[in-house]
């Protein structure tokens, strides 16, 4: 079992920054690919990005890449999302995810946290 807990949301501006937090507990190591998706109201759960358990190895979905950027410390059991000049169009649940069954950046996933709310405004 993995227990995941997103924190570091909140309201910000249009073109501000903020940076979201996944603290994972409850798995000996950290050797397993982690992501952030997101979810708007009425909207489908979507990819943001992802990494592998060296950092060897990212993907960003083409709307943040540029913007976004992802990262994790081992040593923490912790993964990282900085996010700068956002937009409203990012607002969004954020949920931090860990072992995919299959593609890193599809919502399959084994384990989920339990989300934070980002609200941009313009």
């Known amino acids: 079992q993995v227990q995941l807990v997103e924190s570091g949301g909140g309201l910000v501006q249009a073109g501000g920054s903020l940076r979201l937090s996944c603290a994972a507990s409850?798995?000996?190591?950290?050797?397993?690919?982690m992501g952030w998706f997101r979810q708007a109201p009425g909207k489908e759960r979507k990819f943001v990005a992802a990494i592998n358990w060296s950092s060897t190895s990212i993907d960003y979905e083409d709307s943040v890449k540029g913007r976004f950027t992802i990262s994790r410390v081992n040593a923490k059991n912790t993964v990282y999302l900085q996010m700068n000049s956002l937009k409203p169009e990012d607002t969004a649940v954020y949920y931090c995810a860990a072992i995919p069954r299959g593609i890193a950046t599809m919502p399959d996933y084994v384990y989920w946290g339990q989300g934070t709310q980002v609200t941009v405004s313009s």
């Open positions: 409850g798995r000996p190591g950290s050797l397993y690919p």
